[in-house]
């Protein structure tokens, strides 16, 4: 009988892996990391389209290739926007690269009739400006003179007499120095500006004066009822309760006093009125 053979043996191989640490003290590189740096030549081509592209810039805003030729103004009436294009007057020619927004935001909003301006640049020649005009509440009267006068306090414009018949007037002392521009101080006429300002559209009656005398704020009706607001605060609270209580007047009577909201008073005598 032949002799049983004996089953081969597998063969074990051991794989030497490299330690880590061992490739770095050899020197040796991480495979694909040279591949991942740029080449001097690519350098030099990125940095050449840098410098091209800024020796480009410079270029443009120092020549009219993007000068301003044109200047659009947007939320503004006729008048009003024919004064802003004359104050931007001295922008045309600049380039749109090299133009100053703040400049053109602050000559614009020097503008007596404007309140906020904002800016465009329209590619390649215009220059698009953004209006909000400020809202007139009142015309001042000192004298035969008359202004126009918005809700924030500011003189927008001279008028003629007897213009805009439908705002209230605010009469303040013919020595009241009025600047077109500027804002009128709180006893002459900014505290009844600034009042009149809170009127809503909604307010049931017209109002014809507003004043403010000896700390007492005062609205004189189109229909000769004096309606008394008391010192300058809580005003559009003063002016809710008014505009419910002019619907439940006694007969006759001649001045509605709000100036403690919690207890309005009416009456036709003058002296019965209530102060808080």
Known sequence: MAAK???????????????????QRTGAAAPGRSRL??????LAIG???????????VAARESSLFAVRTIEVVGAPPPLAAQVRTALVPMLGTSLLALDGSAVVRRVEALPGVLSAGYDRSFPHGLRVVVVPEKPVAVLRRGPDSWLVSARGRVVSALPRGSDPALPRIWVPTATPVTPGGFL???????????????ATRFPARIGTA????????????????????DPTDVRLKLAIARRALFALPPGATYLDVSVPRRPVAGADPQLSTRG
């Open 185 to 199: 101080d709180p006893v002459h006429g900014g505290t009844a500006a600034h009042a009149l300002a809170l009127v």
């Open 37 to 42: 740096l740029p080449s001097r030549r690519s």
């Open 5 to 23: 053979r004996r089953p081969r043996q597998a063969r074990a191989r051991a794989a030497a892996i490299p330690h880590p640490q061992g490739a």
């Open 211 to 230: 004043s403010f005398a000896k700390g007492e704020l005062t609205f004189r009706l189109r229909s000769g009822l004096e309606l008394r607001l008391g």
């Open 47 to 57: 940095l050449a389209i840098v410098a091209a592209a800024g020796v480009a810039y």
